[in-house]
């Protein structure tokens, strides 16, 4: 009979397992922060693990700084980006942190919170989110949670969590964002860049351009995360990419747009699309860079006009704990 591990256990493993293999070396700096980001798992089960590991003697406590790999603590303690050491994560030891219950719903709960905003203001039901979900309370906060730490929601001053609205002016900010980080990350990425998969996303955007009929959400979205997630992905700045996701929320209302407005051109987009990918397939990525600012500034004029149109509709379908305030 096979008894399944609590979280804590299976973080213990791990951390163990790297340390004795050397991928976690001697005199590396383990903060419970870190440690739980590298893993997708909350801070409590990484807590728990470290003291363990404390207690046999592999890990030292460094004061109120978090832990050092091995049984003393050096003047040379590093901290090194646990996401780029190539860490030992047997999938059966870690397929329960690949997707902890939180992190199963929210996605989910993000992009109906996204759904809903252009429409107004909510109010999230802490409880609807367990009765909806069939999710512990527990991890219900730590969605919100999550969900605050990326701005999507906030607390009014009764403490309700509260989604929305999506304005002009947020749209603004972002945008803004978006162009002083999202081309400076292109270029970055850019060098990386596979180029049998930049000529795939070129064809794509090709062959959307000479289709007769409008673009679907699915064949829209797919378009979108070619050029502003897939062309990324090369990153190994994991912070900057999560600052360039946070800050894409156009997409929401695009996607929208094309959902209730069934017949729409969007020639103009798909053209700047294909010329940031040209840049790219020459390996580019200045011209790419350039090429992808001036479409994020005509994209943020279409999307602002969108956000104007979507009003009409006041009656979108909402998740069930959600209570639109206005």
Known sequence: MNVQKAYYEIVRDVLALNIGEGTLPKGTRLYVAAVADRLSVSRSPVKRALELLSDEGVVTRDGARGYVVGQTVEDDTTRP??????????????????????????????QELMNAIPFGIYQISESGICDHFKVSRTVTREVLARLHDRGTIAKDRASHWIAGPLSARMLDDLHDIRQIVEPAALDRAAPALDLGMVAAMRQRAASALTAEETLTEDMLDRLETDLHVTCLSPLRNLRLAQVVRNAQLSFVVNRLFATYIARHDETAMLLEHRLVLDHLAIRDGTGAAMALRHHLDADHIRTRDRLKVLAVFGDPAIAPYLTRLV
């Open 81 to 110: 980006n646990l996401h780029l050491l190539d860490l030992h994560l047997p999938g059966n030891e870690t397929a329960a942190l690949v997707a902890p219950s939180w992190e199963m719903i929210v996605q989910k709960v993000d």
